[in-house]
């Protein structure tokens, strides 16, 4: 294969510490970060004078196919959004649909500065076709309930099985697939400990919806008495491959069973907010060592994928919370959404910070706005002042997916006419 390599130049490099400098990338690979600034015979020469260089975002919690039913059910509780809205439409759900709600979620990641999501859902091998033309990193699983019935626990060992064969380790290795329980109430002991079996036995990770309402840790306690990680911990399924998306409810004990058993968790702010399901205990979690990241979950109930506003309000919403703004600073935000997601998905060793070796998933993120003005620290901005639009290049495996604003990947306006009629197609159905 020919080389290929390009340089980004005279930008300010974002990475623990602020540093002018330039960066060259050898196919997927960075191989030299430095201070000189002198030109090179790279064959893509991208110059970054005004603008911020940082790792590509990492988004733990997605579901991208429900771009489709943005707008959908707004203003309702989790429990009456779920079920006379969301399972209702998703009823209907075919393979084309998904597919075209995962592009329309690819575009929008890469126009805000995303690089990697971790998403469930289900028709998962066409969400990994739409994550592989948009030429982007994914651990996709297919989300398991069983509600307790045997038949329905057959299908959904069958189905992930089907796509772990199909999709895992695709796309030049971008595209991973993991073990994907919806929640500790909607699967039953057996499947969970499958799932358990599973991760153990092919060395696969596990993403999981837990505590993200008061009423599932009263159901659980008044079902088992039990806590749902109590609960989890008794059934062994805990470990450090397990990511727990939302995680709002947490006792004590909870925090320090999480923290035993290296659980990684997935905090989605706007989601939580928006569903009035409650401020989830992040700043206590980092303070005991808990690595925590950040998700969008699905523009159903958010209602975009953008992770700069998911990193201004999980700093804000800890200062309310402790009443105390010293929590939570901009520097420890940042990492969430960059290294902290690298980590929750086992990827720290290749992606979340501009090192040489690493994978090239980069982000350019223009600062010549009024928002952005004065420039004075590029942290602070990045995660009080900047918006998912000022991103100008996105790099993800060495490949530019966007140029100047410019996505390079997919036809943006053909992506969105495609999910106005699968949308229009899903919903009159119903």
Not at 31 to 45: H, R
Not at 309 to 337: C, F, G, H, I, Y
Request: glycine share 6%; net charge negative.
């Amino acid at each position: 294969m020919e080389t290929q390599t390009i340089l980004i130049k005279n930008t300010s490099i974002i990475d623990r510490e602020v540093k002018k400098g330039s960066v060259l990338i050898e196919n997927d690979k960075i191989v030299e970060i430095t201070s000189d600034n002198t030109p090179t015979n790279a064959d893509e020469v991208i110059n970054g004078e005004g603008k911020c260089l940082i790792p590509g975002l990492v988004n733990t919690h997605t579901h991208l196919s429900m771009s489709l039913m943005r707008g959908l059910a707004d203003d309702l509780p989790l429990d009456t959004w779920l079920n006379d809205h969301i399972w209702p439409v998703e009823a209907n759900l075919e393979g084309e649909h998904c597919y075209v709600g995962a592009l329309l979620s690819a575009l929008e990641m890469i126009k805000s500065g995303t690089t990697t999501c971790n998403d469930m859902y289900f028709f998962m091998d066409d969400v990994a076709r739409a994550l592989d033309e948009a030429g982007m990193r994914g651990v996709i699983c297919h989300g398991m309930i069983d509600l307790f019935d045997e038949e329905k626990r057959k299908a959904e060992f069958k189905e992930t099985l089907r796509i772990i064969e199909k999709c895992h380790n695709t796309a030049d290795g971008r595209i991973q697939v993991s073990l994907g329980p919806h929640t500790p109430y909607t699967c039953s002991p057996e499947l969970l400990n499958w799932v358990r079996k599973k991760a153990d036995e092919k060395g696969l990770r596990i993403h999981i919806h837990v505590s993200e309402t008061e009423k599932e840790v009263d159901d659980s306690l008044n079902e088992r008495m039990k806590r749902p990680f109590e609960y989890l911990e008794d059934l062994k399924f805990l470990g450090p491959d397990v990511l727990a998306a939302h995680s709002v409810w947490l006792s004590g004990a909870e925090i320090a069973l999480i923290k035993a058993n290296k659980v990684k968790l997935s905090h989605n702010p706007l989601s939580n907010m928006k569903l009035a399901s409650g401020i989830s205990p992040v700043s206590d979690l980092m303070a005991n060592g808990v690595c925590v990241s950040l998700g969008t979950d699905g523009a159903a109930s958010n209602n975009n994928l953008d992770l700069f506003q998911e990193m201004k309000m999980s700093s804000l919403l800890q200062k309310v919370r402790k009443l105390d703004p010293m929590v939570m600073p901009a520097n420890k935000v940042l990492e969430m959404a960059t290294i902290n997601g690298a980590a929750a998905l086992g990827m720290e060793n290749e992606i979340g910070s501009i090192k040489v070796g690493k994978k090239a998933d980069l982000v350019l993120v223009d600062m010549k706005a009024p928002h952005l003005t004065p420039y004075r620290n590029p942290v602070s901005h990045l995660v009080y002042s900047t918006e998912g639009a000022d991103v100008s290049t996105v790099i993800c495996n060495g490949n530019i997916l966007m140029k100047e604003r410019e996505v390079l990947v997919l036809d943006e306006a053909e992506v969105m006419a495609r999910a106005e009629n699968a949308a229009q197609d899903l919903l009159s159905r119903n």
